[in-house]
Each structure stands twice: as structure tokens, then as C-alpha cells.
Nanobody, 129 residues
Framework: QVQLVESGGGLVQAGGSLRLSCAASGRTISMYAVGWFRQAPGKEREFVAGMSWSGDRTLYADSVKGRVTISRDNAKNMVALQMNSLKPEDTAVYYC??????????????????????WGQGTQVTVSS
């Protein structure tokens, strides 16, 4: 099993940037498809960004497209989410997630939270107007 721990959240003004990190332990992150989700108070957890096991496919939610970039550093065993031009509506707890893949799903990007097996504890992002 892999354990995931997020960091990098905080309070930022609208228009600012944050870089979230997700450190993996127990197993190498390169074995998994990965994703970022977020959950605002009173709302359901929603997909933000995802990357296939192969690393060459990414998907982004329409609400963040062009402002957010997901990346994976296998040497550091971590996943990152670079967020720019932040808006107050980006305020939420952000979660890193991972799931095992098969030979047939190595290029697939998972976008639904129930598809993921492993989750971090979350990191709070607050964007002030």
C-alpha cells in the first residue's frame, strides 16, 4: 500500500499562486495513476486534475483548466499541483489520490473519486478576495 501526505496549502490572495505537494511512502508513486480532488464546505468532492500511470496523459476540470498543472516526480516519489491565478471559488480542502492500474488502463486518467483507492488527509487552500 502507498501512503499519501499533502502539504503546501495556505491562505493566498486572489490572483496568487500555490504549489501543493503530495509525498508518497510505502510504495513508489510511479506504480499508480494519480489525481487531485477538492472539497469545499457543504459540497461534494470534485475532480481537479489527473495523470495516467504512463505519465503522458493529463486531464483537468473545466473550472481550473489553464490555471492548474499536475506533475509527478518519480525520483522524489511525489505528485504536485501548481495552481496559478487563484480565485475565491478555489477555496477547499485539496486531496491527493492514487490507484493501481492494469496493463489495460496504463494510459487512462481517472476522474471519479470512487475510482481511487488511496487518499491523503488533505490540505486546506483558502483564497481571499
Amino acid at each position: 500500500q502507498v501512503q499519501l501526505v499533502e502539504s503546501g496549502g495556505g491562505l493566498v490572495q486572489a490572483g496568487g499562486s500555490l504549489r501543493l505537494s503530495c509525498a508518497a511512502s510505502g510504495r513508489t508513486i510511479s506504480m499508480y495513476a494519480v489525481g487531485w480532488f477538492r472539497q469545499a464546505p457543504g459540497k461534494e468532492r470534485e475532480f481537479v486534475a489527473g495523470m495516467s500511470w504512463s505519465g503522458d496523459r493529463t486531464l483537468y476540470a473545466d473550472s481550473v483548466k489553464g490555471r492548474v498543472t499536475i506533475s509527478r516526480d518519480n525520483a522524489k516519489n511525489m505528485v504536485a499541483l501548481q495552481m496559478n491565478s487563484l480565485k475565491p471559488e478555489d477555496t477547499a480542502v485539496y486531496y491527493c489520490a492514487g490507484r493501481s492500474v492494469t496493463a489495460y488502463s496504463r494510459i487512462y486518467v481517472y476522474t471519479r473519486h470512487h475510482e481511487y483507492e488511496y487518499w491523503g488527509q488533505g490540505t486546506q487552500v483558502t483564497v481571499s478576495s
